[in-house]
């Protein structure tokens, strides 16, 4: 299980994202007055909510519910996006918060489905996951995040803001905000301990 605050993680998404640079361009990734640009799909709905991952009172967040009438159901909110590379490697992330005070339970995660067409036609080409945020504790902001390979074919991707609900009845709600599609183009945090793509250097 991998779950994290907001305030920890945040700052290493940041830096990873200081290396990093996209082409590909998430609509509305902030939330800032509407939910322009995301759809609702399969027994759930998308509204704009006021509470913000980063408390500002400019903007909001995307809050997803899941209304599915099946135990252990994922729906959410969906955006096709156009300009990906094949083989890239991408960085997926979002904020998120599972509001307290909810009978049902669940947890959250990112998915992306990759299209051999521009606009998310042609051939699915198959999915990435986000690692997820399990188990939450209710009414914190997290960061869910990770790193996914585009399909050789890959020309768009549809990115997904999934809810899963344990129970067949009620609903789930989760706050989405700041959602992230980068194309990474360096990325050595020395996470394989391998040093080769650094040297020193005298002041």
Request: hydrophobic share 45%; aromatic share 10%.
């Amino acid at each position: 299980m991998r779950v994290f605050r907001v305030s920890a993680l945040f700052l290493a998404a940041v830096f990873v994202t200081q290396f990093a640079s996209g082409q590909v361009v998430v609509s509305n990734p902030g939330f800032d007055a509407d939910v322009i640009g995301w759809n609702a799909f399969a027994e759930a709905s998308i509204v704009w909510s006021p509470l913000d991952a980063l408390a500002s009172p400019s903007s909001g967040s995307g809050l997803v519910t899941n209304m599915s009438p099946t135990a252990l159901d994922a729906t959410g909110a969906r955006q096709c996006l156009e300009g990906v590379t094949g083989l890239a490697d991408y960085l997926i992330s979002a904020n998120v918060l599972v509001p307290g005070g909810q009978s049902e339970t669940g947890y959250t995660y990112l998915v992306v489905q990759w299209y051999d067409g521009l606009s998310c036609a042609g051939a699915n080409l198959g999915f990435s996951l986000s690692p997820g945020v399990l188990n939450p504790t209710v009414d914190v902001w997290y960061r869910d995040w990770g790193t996914v390979e585009a399909p050789s074919a890959a020309q768009s991707a549809r990115l997904l803001l999934m809810v899963l609900k344990h129970q067949d009845i009620g609903t789930l709600d989760a706050h989405y905000d700041n959602v992230g599609f980068i194309e990474i183009i360096f990325v050595d945090g020395f996470e394989s301990g391998d040093t080769t793509a650094w040297s020193s250097v005298s002041p």
